[in-house]
């Protein structure tokens, strides 16, 4: 069985440590928010300015001045700080997020990150994906394997205009866990009833699959 | 005015001297923090050929967008532009120029231009479409590419509170890019949701010295949401 979008949020959430300070992009990132284990303190990132972002906001709670960088309201979580974008990208691009997670289009095995345009079609920007995959070490790209269509997104080389060169590590899938590492993929964990063939059959570029590959556990 | 005094009485007055082809820096962070009345003021001015530089461009009938009708705004330089068709729609004709630019890096061309830097080197966008046609220096073994500021003739700013000096509060994350874009308009204009006397803003609380600002306007806010996310008010919600 192919992860569902929140069982990818809830395995993202197993790589969060006490007193992180995370930075969560749109979409199956954002839900790693509800899985954070509890009895564990982490401080989540919003780069419009706000660190200790809290939970979406009652209807009476609502304030059109605090958002997040989805755009959506938010609250503030208890601890919160706010500041400018130029700061707020200072703590981005200093190496001071302990964890980013974020979306993507394509990756390679040289740990390119395609995510922000498809020529022709989609031009939305990057935002700041740019910032944040050149400035943070630890990051977890979030994504489906392949297309509908059964078209790899793991790739010997990205094919979409990239986001970052080289910054890349890790990759959670639909259907596996997978590192980054001398220009190769390696499988560390495979999703619930997913054979490490069908894995393979979906990513294109080099897999390295070394020994008995564990099923993810939640 | 006199001495120190920004304030100005009309929204015209606020942005006299706007011509043709200037460039024009905007505050705000999606919708949050926008100087919608400073941006109505252009629309009704009718100037045309402008250079905008500001993180998004509003959505189709709010916010910068409402310049894209009338075809006000020749070129933009923005980290993220969707949200908005008509703006999509321009950009694909070629009508527009579009200069996508990471938003950390926008932030600190801002920040930089106001501070009288002209360039800066940046890990950001190395090896990327951003990296075409500037300057490569490596430093301790890693890559880095040269970005240079950005100076507006004007920047226009929303700001929370200003005593009449225009010494500056933000609230909440309607500060975003405003205290940058504060910094490098040649003339900077801001509005405000409340205007009070010198001296009764906490000096240790003021986030934007009125050394910035040239122009100062109280304003009302429509404050439009983009994407009104709640949970339900019997719950505590997950975290």
């Known amino acids: 069985m192919t992860l569902l979008r929140e069982q990818i949020a809830q395995r993202v959430a197993q790589e969060m440590q006490d007193g992180y300070y995370v930075n969560l992009g749109i979409g199956i990132p954002t839900l790693v928010a509800n899985y954070i284990p509890d009895g564990m303190e982490v401080m989540l990132q919003s780069e419009n300015g706000l660190l200790g972002m809290g939970q979406f906001p009652t209807e009476e709670e609502i304030d059109a001045d605090l958002i997040n960088a989805g755009k959506q309201t938010v609250t503030m979580a208890k601890g919160a700080s706010i500041f400018d974008s130029a700061e707020s990208f200072a703590m981005i691009r200093g190496g001071h997020v302990d964890l980013t997670v974020l979306g993507a289009f394509e990756v390679d095995v040289n740990g390119n990150i395609a995510s922000y345009m498809i020529p022709g079609k989609l031009i939305k920007g990057m935002g700041g994906a740019m910032d944040l995959v050149a400035g943070a070490d630890n990051i977890i790209v979030t994504m489906t394997h392949a297309s509908k269509h059964g078209v790899s997104k793991l790739l010997s080389n990205c094919t979409l205009p990239l986001t970052g060169k080289g910054c890349i590590k890790k990759v959670l899938t639909d259907l596996a866990f997978i590192e980054i590492k001398a220009g190769k993929f390696h499988l560390l964990e495979r999703a619930p009833g997913v054979s490490v063939e069908e894995i393979i059959k979906l990513t294109e570029g080099e897999l390295v699959v070394t020994g008995n590959i564990p099923e993810m556990t939640f | ?239």
């Open chain 2, 1 to 239: 005015m006199a001495g120190f005094d920004k304030v100005v009485s009309s929204y015209e007055e606020a942005m006299a001297g706007l011509t043709d082809n200037m460039t024009v820096i905007a505050g705000g962070f999606g919708l949050c923090g926008i100087p919608e009345n400073l941006i109505a003021e252009i629309k009704r001015k009718g100037t045309k050929g402008l250079t905008l530089v500001s993180n998004n461009c509003g959505v189709d009938d709010f916010g910068l967008g409402v310049l894209l009708p009338d075809r006000q705004i020749k070129k933009i330089v923005a980290s993220y532009v969707g949200e908005n068709a008509e703006f999509e729609r321009q950009m694909m004709a070629g009508e527009l120029d579009v200069e996508l630019t990471p938003q950390g890096t926008l932030a600190e061309k801002m920040r930089a231009g106001g501070a009288g830097i002209p360039a800066f080197y940046t890990a950001t966008g190395v090896g990327t479409p951003v990296a075409e046609g500037k300057d490569e220096r490596k430093f301790n073994g890693r890559d880095y590419i040269l970005e240079e500021s950005i100076v507006g003739d004007f920047a226009i700013v929303k700001a929370w509170k200003a005593d009449r000096y225009g010494n500056l509060v933000f609230r909440k994350t309607a500060r975003n890019f405003n205290p940058l874009a504060a910094t490098a308009g040649k003339i900077t204009v801001v509005e405000v949701e409340e205007i009070v006397e010198p001296g009764e803003l906490d000096p240790d609380q003021i986030h934007t010295a009125g050394i910035y600002v040239d122009r100062l306007i109280q304003g009302t806010f429509e404050k439009r949401i983009e994407q009104r996310t709640v949970r339900p008010s019997n719950t505590q919600g997950e975290k």
